[in-house]
């Protein structure tokens, strides 16, 4: 694993369209495997993955401190695009299509212990549901409990999704303590 997490680090597929810093957080005995979007810019900066006021409230989500979150024995954290994509119109643009393909089925061939995997966003959730996703990032995560044991679907915690939040209530009632139950079974394991 480490040999691979240092070809990681080293990465440099996309250097013709930004500045490459892959950003991965991972060993072989982590139980949970998060896998998001790409870096922000905050991240990109300091290299440490959901160090930004997203990564506050997915602990919160998870309901675990900042020293599980950061424990690779306990949550791997591999992004769909392991490099800050750059600005875009309306926020960050989407993660680059290299890495997933490149990278991740080596990082998780290299994982024995991993029970779950919690897709953040929709395009983790294409990228692995595939045909099952919903035709919404709504739609799959109100039907979150169709993708157990293996994976967990999120939205992004991002602070420009309190509107999504506000009109979708049934997610904090409903999903958050079901992701809290079950996370906390894996890391008490």
Same mark, same amino acid.
């Given at each position: 694993?480490?040999?691979?997490?240092?070809?990681?680090?080293?990465?440099?597929? &996309?250097?013709?369209?930004?500045?490459?810093?892959?950003?991965? @957080?991972?060993?072989? !005995?982590?139980?949970?495997?998060? *896998? =998001?979007?790409?870096?922000?810019?905050?991240?990109?900066?300091?290299?440490?993955?959901?160090?930004?006021?997203?990564?506050?409230?997915?602990?919160?989500?998870?309901?675990?401190?900042?020293?599980?979150?950061?424990?690779?024995?306990?949550?791997?954290?591999?992004?769909?695009?392991?490099?800050?994509?750059?600005?875009?119109?309306?926020?960050?643009?989407?993660?680059?299509?290299? &890495?997933?393909?490149?990278?991740?089925?080596?990082?998780?061939? @290299?994982?024995?212990? !991993?029970?779950?995997?919690?897709? *953040? =966003?929709?395009?983790?959730?294409?990228?692995?549901?595939?045909?099952?996703?919903?035709?919404?990032?709504?739609?799959?995560?109100?039907?979150?409990?169709?993708?157990?044991?293996?994976?967990?679907?999120?939205?992004?915690?991002?602070?420009?999704?309190?509107?999504?939040?506000?009109?979708?209530?049934?997610?904090?009632?409903?999903?958050?303590?079901?992701?809290?139950?079950?996370?906390?079974?894996?890391?008490?394991?």
């Amino acid at each position: 694993m480490q040999e691979l997490l240092s070809e990681i680090k080293n990465c440099t597929l &996309c250097e013709a369209y930004i500045e490459p810093r892959p950003v991965v @957080h991972v060993n072989e !005995l982590s139980k949970i495997m998060i *896998i =998001g979007q790409a870096p922000g810019t905050r991240v990109h900066k300091t290299g440490i993955p959901w160090n930004d006021p997203s990564g506050v409230q997915l602990r919160k989500w998870l309901n675990v401190s900042d020293d599980q979150f950061y424990n690779p024995d306990l949550f791997g954290i591999m992004p769909m695009g392991f490099c800050y994509p750059g600005k875009g119109k309306s926020g960050d643009l989407p993660p680059r299509k290299e &890495c997933a393909p490149k990278w991740h089925k080596q990082v998780l061939d @290299h994982m024995p212990k !991993l029970e779950l995997t919690i897709l *953040i =966003g929709m395009y983790a959730q294409q990228y692995y549901l595939g045909k099952d996703a919903k035709r919404t990032l709504t739609e799959t995560v109100n039907h979150y409990e169709d993708y157990f044991p293996n994976y967990f679907v999120l939205p992004h915690p991002s602070p420009r999704n309190r509107f999504w939040l506000k009109k979708n209530e049934w997610f904090e009632k409903f999903v958050v303590p079901e992701l809290q139950s079950r996370v906390r079974e894996i890391i008490q394991e």
